[in-house]
């Protein structure tokens, strides 16, 4: 994290200045449910960085647009990226527990450009409850909602915020750092890219994350590609506050061709995913003229160029 006994953290990111309230003595407490959404950590600074670089690839090669949905999951107290994307989309819902919502929405009304729209309650979304209307701040596209993947009812969650078509873009920043966050995070993922109407283009999924335990990642990567097609985004998209001299290193697992496993440098580490649930199991041929060695269709990520995506398991 960047500073986790702080109250209060300045930065400054892409020629806007915050002040990001924390709660030290949350991030600190024993409460078993998970404390870790109370700080700003440096994967979720180093990614608003990048989305905020005036060429950003997804936008220039328009994954990512004026008229994209864009749905945050374990999105923390600070806003950072709601604050950054949300002026640049259609629609941009940042979600986590309940724990952090008062917090969050403070951090965006604090850091918004224009403070004056109306926040409300945020709410649990489990069947047979009446939905509340989330926080809006800030943007008027802008939404805040309390998810928990393990117990809240995700269809009943989506049609409360306007999202039964599920979303052009996931995003999830440093979610992936025990064993048992992965298999709730993987099924929400799954479950709100199938939530996508036939004739729409796939959900693209960005999770970016700093690798703690190889272990751990790995097992989620393994997870994680039986319903996706999993990407690396290059050095070379990563600009300069990515680079691999920051330290951040991710071990791909082992491909079924492969005898040997491979490691490769990421600051964080950048997985750029496309679900194509009708076509799992079907090989495909890597942007980069490799063979894709997991599930699914990259169907999206070939219209980046060849340089600025990889195979995980290739590296082609």
Same mark, same amino acid.
């Given at each position: ?21 924390? *709660? ?6 024993? @409460?078993? =449910? ?13 990614? =608003? ?22 749905? +945050?999951?374990? *999105? ?5 990226? &709601? ?28 850091? *918004? ?10 709410? @649990?979304?489990?069947?047979? $409850?009446? &939905? ?27 049609? *409360?915020?306007?999202? $039964?078509?599920? !979303? ?49 990642? +790995?097992?989620?990567?393994? !997870? ?27 071990? &791909? ?14 600051? &964080? ?13 079907? +090989? ?29 398991y290739c590296h082609n």
């Amino acid at each position: 994290m960047v500073d986790g006994a702080a109250s209060e953290i300045s930065v400054s990111i892409g020629g806007r200045d915050f002040c990001i309230k924390q *709660s030290p003595g949350l991030l600190h407490s024993s @409460r078993s =449910a998970g404390t870790t959404g109370a700080a700003l950590w440096r994967s979720t600074q180093r990614l =608003a960085e990048w989305f905020a670089m005036k060429v950003n690839p997804l936008f220039q090669c328009g994954l990512v647009d004026s008229k994209s949905i864009v749905l +945050e999951l374990g *999105s923390g107290v600070a806003g950072l990226l &709601p604050l950054l994307l949300a002026p640049r989309v259609a629609s941009y819902c940042s979600t986590d527990q309940a724990y952090t919502i008062k917090l969050l929405r403070e951090n965006i009304d604090a850091n *918004s450009a224009s403070n004056s729209s109306p926040s409300s309650r945020a709410t @649990r979304h489990r069947k047979g $409850s009446e &939905p509340l209307l989330s926080s809006f701040a800030g943007s008027g596209n802008l939404r805040v909602a309390a998810l928990d993947w393990e117990l809240d009812d995700l269809k009943y969650f989506l049609s *409360s915020q306007d999202l $039964s078509d599920g !979303a052009d873009l996931v995003i999830a920043s440093d979610c992936v750092y025990n064993y048992h966050l992965i298999t709730p995070l993987v099924q929400t993922c799954v479950d709100i890219c199938r939530a996508r109407s036939d004739g729409r283009r796939p959900t693209l999924c960005l999770v970016a994350q700093q690798l703690r335990q190889p272990d751990v990642f +790995e097992e989620w990567l393994s !997870a994680f590609s039986k319903h996706f097609t999993v990407w690396r985004l290059t050095d070379s998209v990563m600009g300069p506050a990515l680079a691999p001299e920051a330290g951040y290193v991710v071990h &791909p697992p082992t491909p079924p061709s492969s005898p040997e496993s491979r490691s490769f440098a990421a600051s &964080p580490s950048l997985i750029c995913s496309v679900a194509d649930p009708a076509e799992s199991g079907v +090989e495909r041929t890597c942007p980069g003229g490799g063979t894709a060695h997991h599930n699914g269709s990259p169907t999206q990520l070939q219209r980046l160029p060849a340089p600025l995506v990889t195979c995980l398991y290739c590296h082609n």
